[in-house]
């Protein structure tokens, strides 16, 4: 079964999208804020990670660079999920090698299994 890990201190949106993930047949885990994040990416090697960018301790873009400057852990597929989505932070992404993004205002829950399923088929 794919892991997917969601790094998210919103709660309400961390059960969404894991209801939403686990009907679709993956195994779904959170954490609650970037350092604890972190950690669990080195300890669980998730399939796909969906990362929320303004958290507690330890933002997004930190919570990317770390995992990026990791052999093993660039490999990862990560999507931003962004409250900005402003360029300046976009192109950052980018250039860091994220793969896809949501803008949380435009927030579609269906759009988040696709843009997960693009990166992450089941089959």
Do not use: C
């Not at 890990?5 to 993956?26: A, N």
């Not at 999507?79 to 360029?87: A, M, T, W, Y």
């Not at 300046?88 to 843009?115: A, M, N, S």
Request: no cysteine.
């Amino acid at each position: 079964m794919k892991k997917i890990l969601i790094i998210e201190d919103e709660r309400i949106m961390v059960d969404l999208l894991m209801k939403k993930l686990s009907k679709e047949g993956y195994s779904v885990s959170a954490a609650f804020d970037g350092e604890e994040g972190l950690s669990k990416i080195r300890e669980t090697k998730p399939d796909l990670v969906l990362l929320d960018m303004v958290m507690p301790k330890m933002g997004g873009i930190e919570v990317i660079e770390e995992v990026v400057k990791d052999k093993e852990l660039k490999k990862i597929p990560l999507i931003v999920i962004s409250n900005s989505g402003q360029p300046v932070e976009l192109e950052r992404i980018k250039e860091l090698g994220v793969k896809d993004w949501l803008i949380k205002t435009e927030f579609d829950p269906q759009e988040v299994i696709e843009k997960v399923k693009r990166q992450l088929p089941l089959h």
